[in-house]
């Protein structure tokens, strides 16, 4: 097993520009989620999912979106990057949401100019 | 939601030393987990643990949910357990809540 992936490790965007992180599991996880981690903030919530075709809003979704085509995959998509979203990223996957273990990616450290 | 606290916010120790980080929880939990998060910014689960204790190896768990706190202890700590120790919990079947952290720096 793979585990949970997550690509690109690093990436610089200009302001404006748009891009998708890309995140796969390889455990038949229902569950998925998006955290970004800011300096003293700890790991903050984006956007989350309970299974393929269901999504829904974290504590920081704002200027970001996500879809959940099939139960390996669960990217997310920046629409028009700003400097507030320079963080770095993190995928998770469980098999539930709320009584089971969770799972990270390597991350992915945005820059966004 | 529920909310989070750990403490202390930084420890430093010397090689050898045992140290204790707490979590403490607004709200009864469904689901509690600790992480370590090491120096190249991996998210690794130590425990998963609503209840009880549990321990692996040098590092043990206890979780009073009555009383709504955790705590992770680090025995003969190694340079190796540097990192940030994380704890995170839910209250229902609803996404998981991080606390901010303690910073472990463990100096041989």
């Known amino acids: 097993n793979a585990g949970v992936t997550q690509t690109p490790k690093f990436q610089v965007l200009k302001t404006g520009q748009s891009m998708t992180l890309q995140c796969a599991q390889d455990m038949n996880h229902e569950y998925m989620s998006w955290y970004r981690q800011d300096p003293g903030m700890g790991l903050r919530l984006i956007h989350y999912?309970?299974?393929?075709?269901?999504?829904d809003q974290g504590e920081v979704p704002n200027g970001y979106n996500v879809s959940r085509s099939t139960t390996e995959d669960f990217p997310l998509r920046l629409l028009s990057a700003a400097p507030s979203q320079t963080s770095v990223y993190f995928c998770?996957?469980?098999?539930?949401?709320?009584?089971?273990?969770?799972?990270f990616g390597p991350g992915t450290r945005l820059t966004v100019l | 939601g529920i909310q989070v606290e750990q403490s202390p916010p930084d420890l430093i120790l010397q090689e050898g030393a045992n140290s204790t980080l707490r979590c403490n929880f607004s709200?009864?939990?469904?689901?509690l987990q600790w992480f370590h998060q090491n120096p190249w910014g991996q998210l690794i689960n130590l425990f998963y643990?609503?209840?009880g204790t549990k321990q692996n190896g040098r590092l043990s768990a206890t979780t009073v949910a009555t009383e709504r706190y955790s705590l992770l202890y680090i025995s003969s700590s190694q340079t190796t357990d540097s990192g940030v120790y994380f704890c995170?919990?839910?209250?229902?079947?609803?996404?998981?809540?991080f606390g901010k952290g303690t910073r472990l720096s463990v100096i041989a």
């Open positions: 999912s309970v299974g393929a075709g269901i999504t």
């Open positions: 998770a996957s469980s098999y539930w949401a709320g009584t089971d273990t969770q799972y």
């Open positions: 643990i609503p209840s």
């Open positions: 995170a919990a839910d209250s229902g079947n609803t996404p998981l809540v």
């Open positions: 709200d009864s939990v469904n689901n």
